[in-house]
């Protein structure tokens, strides 16, 4: 015969199921976790309940744009933006502190064929859901000429889209969440946006447009893992430094290998620049690039060959990038 059950104090027992834990209670659980040196536990981005803002008034703040598209495919001559994701935000452009959220848009966009099914299955987006709509042009466009920068993790891909769907962009500085921030020297290795966000204890519903520009700008108020530099600040550090882009033509085909080890990659010439191994410095290290070809690449010692042109942030990640 059973025993009848023990009677439970109800004055101290807790309803997991009804009564979730509150912010307090979550992060001392968390907190707990990482202790132990067992568990990474990880927080879904919520910008609302984020502490980097600084939310005071500053003289001369600007706005920024964090912004994101997700598309028919990769191609920006033939492909087509089915969602656009915008997060403003105003900053302090001397001391690089993010003061608050301004706006937020995020809309979808009829491309007037089927999407195709691997589209679908990466971002959840379905015929239905855009099927009969548009961008609004007006909202993007007051978005838009309110900005001094626009950021986007892999601004080479967006950027591409982005103008050719509203040319006020071509007007815009661009910056890089992928390719500005050296994220090797901070002892990341993989750049892709759920990972950064997994090493700053955040995840997000990826492929999406308006979560991945939240994303980015979850990454911009943190601080980078090694340096403890704010990621806004390094970036800003380095978006507006004109570049070199230094095309090897001509190189002996027996040197592609210090040419890789140098960090040059090859372009086909399919999108009209050079045909050639090429790499990007800042425009004051150009002629140390150019002694290091000559003594290393060149037998003749000669770099007449090269082809170099200069990029600043208007133009970089466009499709005018040469």
């Not at 009564?19 to 919520?46: C, D, Q, W, Y």
């Not at 003061?99 to 971002?123: A, H, M, Q, S, V």
């Amino acid at each position: 015969m059973s025993l009848p059950p023990k009677k439970m104090k109800t004055s101290k027992a807790r309803n997991f199921q009804k009564e979730p834990m509150n912010i307090l209670e979550a992060e001392i659980a968390k907190t707990a976790l990482h202790a132990t040196g067992e568990f990474s536990v990880l927080r879904k981005l919520n910008l609302e309940m984020e502490t980097g803002f600084t939310g005071r008034s500053v003289q001369g703040s600007k706005i920024g744009l964090c912004l994101d598209t997700e598309t028919t495919g990769l191609n920006h001559a033939e492909d087509k933006i089915i969602e656009l994701g915008i997060v403003a935000f105003e900053y302090d452009p001397t001391t690089a502190e993010i003061i608050r959220i301004t706006d937020r848009y995020n809309g979808f966009e009829d491309p007037g064929r089927p999407l195709p099914k691997e589209i679908i299955e990466i971002t959840g987006i379905t015929d239905d859901m855009v099927r009969g709509q548009s961008l609004d042009d007006q909202q993007v466009n007051r978005l838009a000429n309110q900005a001094t920068v626009v950021i986007a993790h892999n601004a080479g891909f967006d950027r591409k889209f982005v103008e050719a769907r509203f040319p006020v962009f071509t007007t815009l500085p661009w910056a890089c969440t992928v390719n500005q921030i050296d994220w090797q020297a901070e002892k990341i290795s993989t750049r892709v946006l759920e990972y950064l966000l997994f090493k700053f204890g955040l995840f997000i519903n990826a492929h999406r447009a308006l979560d991945d520009a939240e994303g980015v700008l979850g990454i911009l108020l943190g601080k980078l893992p090694v340096s403890k530099t704010p990621v806004f600040k390094a970036l800003l550090d380095t978006y507006e430094v004109i570049t070199s882009n230094i095309c090897a033509v001509g190189a002996p085909f027996d040197k592609k290998d210090i040419l890789k080890q140098r960090g040059y990659r090859w372009n086909d010439g399919s999108q009209g620049a050079c045909k050639a191994w090429w790499i990007s410095v800042p425009n004051v290290l150009e002629n140390d690039e150019l002694a290091w070809l000559a003594s290393e690449v060149y037998s003749d010692g000669k770099t007449d060959r090269v082809e170099i042109s200069r990029v600043n942030a208007i133009d970089r990640f466009s499709v005018r990038e040469r």
